[in-house]
């Protein structure tokens, strides 16, 4: 078993137009990891300078990682991890 | 092009007056790129210069937009001193490329611009709105 991670429209160029990937890892920012050595150059839409990005969400199951542990988060297996883009502008 | 009905016309009108001088936000939720349903979104910034949906909320409603197959047809908010125009944050955080960018100005109290935009990769392009009885 392992981890099932929903990609966003705008970032599904990464995953051969895949709505959703499996991924291993401890925590998310493992996870995060293991995803780039599938999909390179999804890490970098994520993270910047070893933090989430800020205009970026992503979810554990039905929380946002922000109120739990950031990166930091443990996750495992049968877990869903969900990446939205945050709707915002001026 | 946008082609929309004047009802849900008057709903992102009605919200960004009743925000104003916050900006508003909101979708509107439908299939086969119409759209159908009207969701208003909190403003987590309550800003009058910016806008960003509340993450709980977005998540709640992106996930009822797959459970029941609609997609997010128009992204809306208003600016509320300024004209109806994208501006640069806005392009630079435009993350759904089939969406219809909407922007409502509020700047005149009589008058309301309401115009559709397509924002990929960083460019704007303006689009005719057709506004349907």
């Known amino acids: 078993m392992a981890i099932e991670v929903r990609i966003p429209t705008i970032l599904r160029n990464y995953t051969g137009g895949a709505k959703a990937v499996s991924a291993e890892g401890a925590t998310l920012e493992e996870l995060i990891s293991n995803l780039e050595s599938r999909h390179p150059g999804l890490k970098e839409r994520l993270v910047d300078q070893g933090n ?12 946002d990682v922000r109120f ?15 990446v939205l883009p945050a709707v915002a502008g001026g | 092009m946008l082609s929309i009905s004047q009802e849900l016309v008057d709903k992102i009108v009605a919200h960004a007056r009743a925000d104003h001088p916050d900006e508003a936000c909101g979708v509107i939720a439908g299939r086969g790129g119409v759209p159908e349903r009207f969701i208003p979104m909190e403003n987590a910034e309550r800003s009058p210069t910016f806008y960003r949906f509340d993450s709980m909320e977005q998540f709640r409603v992106w996930r009822e937009m797959d459970d029941r197959d609609e997609e997010p047809v128009v992204i809306y908010h208003s600016h509320t001193a300024t004209e109806a125009y994208p501006s640069r944050t806005d392009v630079s955080y435009a993350s759904e490329p089939d969406a219809h960018y909407v922007l409502v100005s509020t700047r005149d109290e009589n008058e309301v611009e ?11 392009t303006e689009e005719e709105v057709r506004f349907l009885p």
């Open chain 2, 114 to 124: 309401f115009r559709s935009y397509r924002i990929v990769d960083g460019v704007i």
């Open chain 1, 52 to 63: 989430l990005r800020r205009f970026v969400n992503v979810y554990l199951n039905d929380e």
């Open chain 1, 68 to 82: 739990l542990g950031g990166l930091g988060t443990p996750v495992s297996d049968g877990d869903t991890v969900t």
